[in-house]
């Protein structure tokens, strides 16, 4: 079974740019989650898709941070214009359902802003 | 109310030994606590979880205690392995969210 894909691996922007990240669940996962990880920190989630709906997107500073998922399945994270406190791993997760037992999570997207 | 608190941040332990995390919570909601393992590079791993109704779980040189009157959860690493040198997450659920502690970092001295 597929895990979940995301790309790109790593990015490298100057603040006040724009960034998007892609990831692809496992298929058939309902749950879709981007977490925050800053370095030496745990993830923090940014929003929560069940389906193509929003559940949770209240940690997400929308004035810089969107996020869509198309379809139910793929889901796109962007970012502008970057900060430099945006330096992060972007956790990409998904789960079979809503209160699913495990999270799986990609590898992440790393994201150094300079 | 929705945090984890764990500690240590970091934790040296000699092969063979035991590694012992701990965390502490205040939402007596939570219904779930999940550890997750977390390798350089990759992303975080479910490693064992617990429900609230429990008191300790075993799955191999892995076991979660868990005192509910205190609000405390321990991963307990037996037998210690350099393989287990990683950072590990305690979390909880509420609300359908997933709230992780803030990691340790585990190095087993071979």
């Known amino acids: 079974e597929a895990g979940v894909a995301q790309s790109p691996r790593y990015k490298i922007i100057e603040k006040r740019q724009s960034v998007a990240f892609w990831c692809n669940p496992i298929?058939?996962?309902?749950?879709l989650y981007w977490y925050q990880q800053i370095l030496g920190q745990g993830p923090k989630l940014l929003i929560q898709?069940?389906?193509?709906?929003?559940?949770?997107d209240s940690q997400l500073p929308k004035d810089r941070f969107s996020a869509e998922r198309l379809k139910g399945v793929d889901s796109t994270l962007k970012i502008q214009p970057a900060k430099l406190e945006d330096s992060a791993v972007y956790l990409c997760?998904?789960?079979?359902?809503?209160?699913?037992?495990?999270?799986?999570f990609g590898e992440g997207s790393w994201l150094t802003v300079v | 109310q929705q945090q984890v608190k764990q500690s240590p941040q970091s934790l040296i332990v000699q092969k063979g030994g035991i590694s012992i995390i701990n965390c502490a919570y205040e939402?007596?909601?939570?219904?779930?606590f999940p550890w997750y393992q977390q390798f350089p590079g990759k992303g975080p791993a479910l490693l064992i979880a617990?429900?609230?109704?429990?008191s300790e779980k075993k799955e191999g040189r892995f076991t979660i205690s868990f005192n509910k009157s205190a609000k405390q959860f321990s991963l307990h690493i037996m037998d210690s392995q350099p393989g287990d040198s990683a950072t590990y997450f305690c979390?909880?659920?509420?609300?359908?969210?997933?709230?992780f502690g803030k990691g340790t970092r585990l190095h087993i001295l071979p």
């Open positions: 997760a998904s789960s079979l359902v809503r209160r699913g037992n495990t999270i799986y």
């Open positions: 298929s058939g996962h309902a749950t």
């Open positions: 898709f069940q389906n193509n709906g929003v559940v949770d």
């Open positions: 939402n007596t909601a939570f219904d779930y």
């Open positions: 617990i429900r609230p109704d429990v």
């Open positions: 979390a909880a659920r509420g609300d359908d969210k997933i709230i």
